[in-house]
């Protein structure tokens, strides 16, 4: 049966997300403090700040694990407290600070997301987060933490996701492996599906952000193109 959740992708067709002064308070305290923000539809968008500046929050947001206390988060337009939660997880796709695999084969967890999911579908998406060659029948329970996180990236794949979001993907992974799976996001990203890559790693942003949004104490303190300063690896 064909989805027929409606979306007005007409709205803005280059804005993702849209927040407009969005409050998410939690017992008194606001994670979220009025941000204003707008995510284009392409490339990567770092969402970068310190512990605490509502990074994590943000994204929560763009996937319906939160819904504002005030003010509207927009998907392509349209609202949304509006939408229906597992269609729109289906749309933004959520890669997680650890990887998260469930346990059996790489092909067992791709499954998950596409039952039905040829081996040569399942082959060709693994390609695109660098795993090539003989994965499908490989436990997961052997692989190396990057190893898990890029099939875990692959799983989200799976779901023909419309955008990524990113929650400091690489943050349990050795330097080796973030660089792989920042090349993946980047490649990812040039094919057509934009990420929100939240990280508190200003090199990280340089090396694999189009632009970044800086938070501080729950409120936007700005976007804009990525520019590295010299000589300390900051982002500008």
């Given at each position: 049966?064909?989805?027929?959740?409606?979306?007005?992708?007409?709205?803005?067709?280059?804005?993702?997300?849209?927040?407009?002064?969005v409050v998410v308070e939690r017992q008194g305290v606001r994670a979220l403090d009025g941000l204003t923000a707008a995510i284009p539809g392409h490339g990567v968008t770092a969402v970068f700040g310190p512990s605490g500046s509502g990074k994590?929050?943000?994204?929560?947001?763009?996937?319906?694990?939160?819904?504002?206390?005030?003010?509207?988060?927009?998907?392509?337009?349209?609202?949304?407290?509006?939408?229906?939660?597992?269609?729109?997880?289906?749309?933004?796709?959520?890669?997680?600070?650890?990887?998260?695999?469930?346990?059996?084969?790489?092909?067992?967890?791709?499954?998950?997301a596409d039952p039905d999911a040829s081996d040569e579908r399942m082959r060709e998406t693994l390609a695109r987060v660098a795993l090539t060659g003989s994965w499908l029948d490989r436990d997961v329970a052997a692989l190396s933490g990057g190893?898990?996180?890029?099939?875990?990236?692959?799983?989200?794949?799976?779901?023909?996701?419309?955008?990524?979001?990113?929650?400091?993907?690489?943050?349990?992974?050795?330097?080796?492996?973030?660089?792989?799976?920042?090349?993946?996001?980047?490649?990812?990203?040039?094919?057509?599906?934009?990420?929100?890559?939240?990280?508190?790693?200003?090199?990280?942003?340089?090396?694999?952000?189009?632009?970044?949004?800086?938070?501080?104490?729950?409120?936007?303190?700005?976007?804009?193109?990525?520019?590295?300063?010299?000589?300390?690896?900051?982002?500008?």
């Open positions: 049966m064909q989805d027929k959740q409606v979306v007005d992708e007409d709205a803005d067709k280059d804005l993702v997300f849209e927040f407009l002064d994590s929050t943000l994204l929560r947001l763009c996937n319906r694990l939160e819904l504002p206390t005030g003010g509207r988060a927009s998907f392509y337009g349209s609202d949304i407290a509006g939408l229906d939660p597992l269609w729109l997880r289906r749309q933004v796709g959520m890669c997680f600070q650890r990887p998260t695999p469930f346990p059996g084969t790489v092909a067992d967890n791709l499954r998950v190893e898990a996180q890029r099939v875990c990236l692959a799983r989200t794949l799976m779901a023909q996701p419309q955008v990524l979001m990113l929650d400091e993907p690489t943050s349990a992974v050795d330097a080796e492996a973030a660089e792989v799976i920042e090349h993946a996001v980047r490649d990812l990203a040039a094919d057509g599906i934009p990420a929100l890559w939240v990280t508190h790693n200003s090199a990280q942003v340089a090396r694999a952000a189009d632009r970044v949004l800086r938070l501080e104490h729950g409120r936007s303190q700005g976007m804009g193109p990525v520019a590295a300063k010299p000589g300390d690896g900051s982002v500008a």
